[in-house]
Nanobody
């Protein structure tokens, strides 16, 4: 089975920085893409940033120039460096892994996985 474990959330003042990490564990052969989503109270979950196994990235317009997504394929880990944080960035941030190829017993599978979420709070 595969698990995503996130870390790095917390409380920060506006203008500050945080770095989120998400590590996938299990017998994993490859992960097609990894992404960060966020969900504020009363809103729908939205894509923040996504990175493919080849390093291609895309960002929500609201975070372009402030957030940077990166990944370490050897460690099955994705990072989100968040700079110049604003109160409107306050949300629960979720890691998402697309197309995870993994082994369970004698069989191989491909599935998508979500992390448990980590709270980011930006005070004004």
């Amino acid at each position: 089975q595969v698990q995503l474990v996130e870390s790095g959330g917390g409380l920060v003042q506006a203008g500050g920085s945080l770095r989120l990490s998400c590590a996938a564990s299990g017998i994993i052969f490859s992960i097609n893409a990894m992404a960060w989503y966020r969900q504020a109270p009363g809103t729908q979950r939205e894509l923040v940033a996504r990175i493919t196994s080849g390093g291609h990235t895309n960002y929500a317009d609201s975070v372009k120039g402030r957030f940077t997504i990166s990944r370490d394929n050897a460690k099955n880990t994705v990072y989100l460096q968040m700079n110049s944080l604003k109160p409107e960035d306050t949300a629960v941030y979720y890691c998402y892994a697309e197309g995870v190829a993994y082994s369970k017993g004698a069989d191989a599978y491909i599935d998508d996985y979500w992390g448990q979420g980590t709270q980011v709070t930006v005070s004004s």
